[in-house]
């Protein structure tokens, strides 16, 4: 446990000093802690089977932002669609799912990682664009860059909602067909998580939300419910896409409720296991 807060609480450290002192080094920085938090997760939920987690649309986001970065970094379209979605339902996941900031957890950290790190790496892009620094990263420094990112955003309503209605749409057809058609038996025969099953099992008011039609109509509600959440979270991001406060401040309140939650699970969770384990010695 020592080991991993003090991991998890370097990890803050680094990044906030890469933010404020090389955000050319942020995309870098997100690329090597995906390839090893989500080489980690797959393996531990693999023996979970829990690994069909890894279908869902904040994880096709990541892997997407890698492909901007090293790939297509002059798609003045794909970013548009990733930084709407990163600060749309990937960042508010972190309130849905209740995501905290426990240092010594890999698996919170994970979780926190895979919902705010894409927003604070595009937001770095959006406004410390390495092409606008002498110190460019190599990322952007080739013939195919054409018009900087960091020009005035034109991102509007409509081209928002698009984007991320295309990338969802798709997404969510593949998902359904691979996760929930050809992967049925394992799913509900043999137990293997995914997130509508995880939510099924839950008495909360999304759960509830869920069985509002009837229980024969509980998937499709689900992927309902997922589209109008996805997409009311998108709306605000038109905002965050123009105003580098506004963003900042954005961040500063999605970090604040990850924290908040880890404050709550230390004094109310892990707290009482450690009593109870003392007690166990005495």
């Not at 927003?119 to 190599?138: E, G, N, V, Y």
């Not at 057809?173 to 049925?184: K, S």
Request: net charge positive; charged share 15%; proline share 4%.
């Amino acid at each position: 446990d020592k080991i991993k807060f003090f991991l998890g609480a370097t990890n803050l450290w680094f990044s906030a000093f890469l933010i404020g002192m090389a955000p050319t080094w942020v995309p870098t920085w997100f690329t090597l802690k995906a390839l090893v938090l989500l080489s980690l997760r797959w393996g531990i939920y693999r023996k979970k089977r829990w690994h069909y987690f890894l279908n869902d649309f904040c994880y096709l986001i990541n892997a997407l932002i890698l492909a901007f970065v090293y790939i297509f970094p002059s798609s003045r379209s794909l970013f548009h669609v990733l930084y709407v979605c990163a600060h749309g339902p990937l960042a508010w996941a972190v309130v849905t799912w209740r995501n905290s900031l426990v240092f010594h957890s890999l698996d919170k950290m994970t979780s926190c990682f895979i919902h705010i790190a894409p927003a604070i790496t595009l937001s770095c892009l959006r406004w410390l664009d390495p092409r606008h620094s002498t110190a460019a990263s190599p990322y952007y420094a080739g013939p195919g860059v054409t018009e900087p990112l960091k020009d005035p955003i034109q991102l509007g309503m409509v081209e928002a909602l698009v984007g991320a209605t295309v990338i969802y749409a798709v997404w969510q057809v593949a998902y359904y067909w691979f996760v929930l058609h050809r992967r049925h038996f394992k799913v509900y025969e043999l137990g293997y998580a995914t997130s509508f099953t995880w939510l099924l099992q839950d008495d909360g008011a999304i759960a509830k939300a869920m069985g509002i039609f009837g229980d024969q109509y509980r998937l499709v509600t689900f992927m309902m419910l997922q589209f109008v959440y996805s997409m009311v979270t998108v709306l605000p991001t038109v905002l965050w896409a123009r105003s580098m406060v506004l963003n900042i401040l954005f961040l500063i309140a999605i970090l604040s409720v990850s924290i908040w939650n880890a404050s709550t699970f230390y004094f109310d969770v892990f707290s009482a296991k450690y009593a109870r384990d003392l007690a166990k010695l005495e």
